[in-house]
């Protein structure tokens, strides 16, 4: 059975840091591309970032409002993706899910996370 | 404010069919497919439609997608108690925006 669970959330004041952990399981993570997703309260989905595959050589990429603030990074041999996030402002907090690229479904993102929130404040 | 837009919110009573739209542009749902999640109360979501019309194994075909030109809907006929919940159309930009954009939710109420 596939899962993914992130780790790692918190309080964090404005201009911290804090890194976000997905684990996967019951696939090779090696092989897929992650996505990171986000959701503020009562809010809807926002993409934030994505890292391909080592065959892709661990391409990147971000959304305007987090980049040259997020690095998203992975261990496939720990079969986990990381969203690294500094800098962080109140308009970060919100739950933040790791997704991945579906293999079978297109360009969708078929197993997500349960989400990890994440809380800026003072 | 998201890049595709979709109304806050719709209703029908239970057997209804409904309808939600999902409006976007040129570089995002002109020129890529479109995607739809469900995301029930306090869960993450859900891939519903992949490719526009396509359902995932154990998806009921109740549920159905559609797209022309920039815009898209998915329809749920049928409708029961367990469908109210928050619905996403999602599409793969090609614009400077990022690479993936979704509407703002269109949360499904059932009388």
């Known amino acids: 059975e596939v899962q993914l669970v992130e780790s790692g959330g918190g309080l964090v004041q404005p201009g911290g840091s804090l890194k976000l952990s997905c684990a996967a399981s019951?696939?090779?993570?090696?092989?897929?591309?992650m996505h990171w997703v986000r959701q503020a309260s009562g809010r809807g989905l926002e993409w934030v970032g994505r890292?391909?595959?080592?065959?892709?050589?661990?391409?990147?990429s971000y959304a305007a409002s987090v980049k040259g603030r997020f690095t998203i990074s992975r261990d496939d041999s720990k079969n986990t993706a990381y969203l690294q996030m500094n800098a962080l402002e109140t308009e970060d907090t919100a739950v933040y899910y790791c997704?991945?690229?579906?293999?079978?479904?297109?360009?969708?993102?078929?197993?997500w996370g349960q989400g990890s929130l994440v809380t800026v404040s003072s | 404010q998201s890049v595709l837009t979709q109304p806050p919110s719709a209703s029908g009573t239970p057997g209804q069919r409904v309808t939600i739209s999902c409006s976007g542009s040129?570089?995002?749902?002109?020129?890529?497919?479109v995607y739809w999640y469900q995301q029930l109360p306090g869960t993450a979501p859900k891939l519903l439609i992949y490719?526009?019309?396509q359902r995932p194994s154990g998806v009921p075909d109740r549920f159905s997608g559609s797209k022309s030109g920039t815009s898209a809907s998915l329809a749920i006929s049928g409708l029961r108690s367990e469908d109210e919940a928050d619905y996403y159309c999602s599409a793969w930009d090609d614009s400077l925006s990022g690479l993936v954009v979704f509407g703002g939710g269109t949360k499904l109420t059932v009388l």
């Open positions: 490719r526009n019309n």
């Open positions: 019951g696939f090779t993570l090696s092989g897929a591309a």
């Open positions: 997704t991945r690229l579906s293999p079978g479904y297109g360009n969708s993102f078929d197993y």
């Open positions: 040129s570089s995002n749902i002109g020129s890529n497919f």
């Open positions: 890292i391909r595959s080592k065959a892709n050589n661990y391409a990147t």
